[in-house]
């Protein structure tokens, strides 16, 4: 099982649509979790960090599921500047917790 | 708003040279990183680096490389003998806490012909 497992996509939905991504990882001793976004040929930035109460920041809301080993995120309201490549990103861990390790990511496009 | 900068942004090199990619992470953070995307690929880590030493490196992270902290402010990344395959984008990244989120730098460019 790959450490951090996502949905390649690409995913193509209009402007104004709700999109889905999901991402399961194996390490159940990971603590930290995140969602970055990356543009093409540009550095991961955070989207927002992974809490188990769940969190939202505008448009966007993450869920964690740690029995499941499943992390969520949701774009409401989709507009054309979201679309990039969406990375979960787990942490190693306690015996490893600086070390994080990158999904492959999730394409997303958004169409006028 | 402090973010992490790198330089160069493009290096182009000759097979068998050395590179080192030069990177200032945010000024109060303690725990900095070495990532690399190769085209098309996902990001991988490569190396952290907290407290003046080494705290975790990944199997890419062989011989060839080499992380040093010279001063108060810069950290870098050395690759001794390139090879075609250490074409890449390098990535630097610094956080204030080990489990707290990285920052990134807009990453260097590294082509070996």
């Known amino acids: 099982r790959k450490e951090v497992e996502q949905d390649p996509g690409p995913f193509n939905v209009p402007e104004g649509a709700t999109v889905a991504f999901n991402c399961t990882y194996s390490?159940?001793?990971?603590?930290?979790f995140f969602w970055y976004r990356q543009d093409c040929r540009k550095e991961p930035k955070l989207l927002m960090s992974v809490y188990s109460s769940g969190n939202e920041d505008g448009r966007f809301t993450a869920q964690l599921n740690r029995a499941s080993q499943y992390i969520s995120l949701l774009i409401r309201d989709s507009k054309l500047s979201d679309s990039a490549t969406y990375l979960c990103v787990v942490n190693g861990g306690d015996s490893s917790a600086s070390k994080i390790i990158f999904g492959s990511g999730t394409r997303l496009s958004i169409r006028p | 708003e402090p973010e992490v900068t790198q330089t160069p942004s493009h290096q182009v090199t000759q097979m068998g040279q050395e590179v080192i990619l030069r990177c200032v992470p945010i000024?109060?953070?303690?725990?900095f990183y070495w990532y690399r995307q190769i085209l098309g690929q996902k990001v991988e880590f490569l190396v952290s680096f907290y407290n003046n030493e080494i705290s975790e490196k990944s199997e890419i992270f062989d011989d060839q490389f080499s992380v040093e902290r010279p001063d108060g402010s810069n950290f870098t990344l050395k690759i001794r003998s390139t090879k075609l395959e250490d074409s890449a984008m390098y990535f630097c990244?610094?956080?204030?806490?080990?489990?707290?989120?990285?920052?990134f730098g807009p990453g260097t460019r590294l082509t070996v012909l």
């Open positions: 390490n159940s001793a990971s603590q930290s």
């Open positions: 990244a610094s956080s204030l806490e080990h489990t707290d989120t990285q920052y």
């Open positions: 000024s109060n953070h303690l725990y």
